[in-house]
């Protein structure tokens, strides 16, 4: 096997690539969950929300971060079971690029999520999504979420790399899963009880979620976008430094 780190990468991402295609609870929970999510939240629940518009404008946003959450799960142990199973031994025999190994892990995971993205803004405009952003606002929204898709990804990798075993690294995505349900996804924070409403003001999903809504409804916030974007550079430091740190260590 080559030992460049490109073709490696390119090779790990083909291999990451094929788990996914054999394992189909990972892409329900990818991909389909989140759509399910959406039908239950605007069909069942949405004419019981005061949001001031239209709910599937409101709660597209929310939904895509959803999104994006629901795939870290099988992220963080297919990255636990590399490292527990002795296929790290086996790359390292080979003369595979060490960093190729978790750079796979992300760019499989990237793209995998931005599929699910698609699929769900997909069905949202399919029940009536109407979003006001320009083409500028459109490619504004798209970094912010490709940044925060990054920055959650290396955090799932760390949790993975951390965990003992492939059950417990899946379990510690629960709380990134949780985030969303605790923001300003389906509902305003405004309208939550106390605790709680400050908690969803403050946490990162907020901030990414209300610059994705401020986007894609023409009227982009700068304050949002700033925090979403601190966030995300700061959740991405700390779990590369983390994976890598852990990498280093078990492999």
Do not use: C
Request: hydrophobic share 55%.
């Amino acid at each position: 096997m080559s030992t460049t780190p490109l073709t490696d990468s390119a090779i790990m991402l083909r291999r990451n690539f094929k788990h996914t295609l054999r394992n189909p609870v990972t892409v329900f929970n990818a991909i389909l969950f989140p759509i399910v999510l959406m039908l239950m939240f605007v069909y069942v629940f949405g004419d019981s929300f005061a949001v001031g518009v239209d709910y599937i404008d409101y709660a597209t946003p929310g939904l895509i971060l959803m999104a994006v959450s629901y795939g870290l799960s099988a992220t963080s142990t297919a990255v636990n079971s590399d490292m527990t199973k002795g296929i790290i031994n086996r790359f390292r025999v080979m003369d595979v690029s060490r960093g190729a190994v978790l750079t796979g892990h992300v760019v499989a995971t990237v793209v995998r999520t931005l599929v699910a993205v698609a699929a769900v803004i997909g069905v949202a405009f399919l029940m009536g999504f109407s979003p006001s952003g320009t083409f500028a606002d459109w490619l504004g929204a798209i970094g912010v979420l490709v940044l925060a898709i990054f920055a959650v990804t290396w955090f799932a990798i760390a949790l993975g790399l951390a965990a003992k075993t492939a059950e417990s690294a899946g379990f510690a995505t629960v709380p990134l899963i949780m985030l969303p349900f605790f923001s300003s996804a389906i509902v305003p924070a405004g309208n939550m009880g106390p605790g709680v409403r400050e908690f969803a003001e403050y946490q990162p999903f907020t901030s990414i979620i209300e610059s994705l809504r401020g986007f894609l409804a023409g009227t982009p916030s700068a304050g949002d976008t700033t925090a979403a974007i601190a966030w995300s550079v700061g959740i991405a430091l700390v779990g590369y430094l983390w994976a890598r740190a852990r990498f280093t260590r078990r492999a």
